[in-house]
């Protein structure tokens, strides 16, 4: 069962913050867990506290504006893809994101 797999993964992560409340990756993967559960501002939460654990993570920008999009907050999504692809360029991933993002704005 999916939702017991993603609550058991969401405890374990949340059992390692407990103990390294200052480990970005712990965060990132909890919110991508949250992500998987549909739990948008939990996910959201976890992603700007690895962003601000970890300010040079592309990963944990495009993790934190995926979650933005994904809850109808284009604006910021836009702000967090364009800090991420100013870090990692190279990432085809993280450009068309930006660019599907800028569209929807319009």
């Given at each position: ?29 909890l919110g991508l867990a949250y ?33 933005l999009m994904r809850n109808g ?26 660019e599907e993002a800028r569209a929807?704005?319009?």
């Amino acid at each position: 069962d999916d939702m017991y797999v993603g609550h058991s993964i969401v405890e374990n992560y949340k059992k390692a913050i407990e103990i390294t409340p200052d480990e970005g990756s712990y965060h990132n993967n909890l919110g991508l867990a949250y992500t998987q559960t549909s739990q948008l501002p939990l996910a959201i939460r976890h992603f700007e506290t690895a962003v601000q654990l970890d300010a040079s993570s592309a990963d944990f920008r495009c993790n934190l504006a995926d979650a933005l999009m994904r809850n109808g907050d284009t604006e910021q999504a836009v702000q967090h893809y364009s800090a991420a692809h100013e870090m990692a360029p190279e990432d085809g991933y993280i450009r068309m994101c930006l660019e599907e993002a800028r569209a929807a704005m319009g």
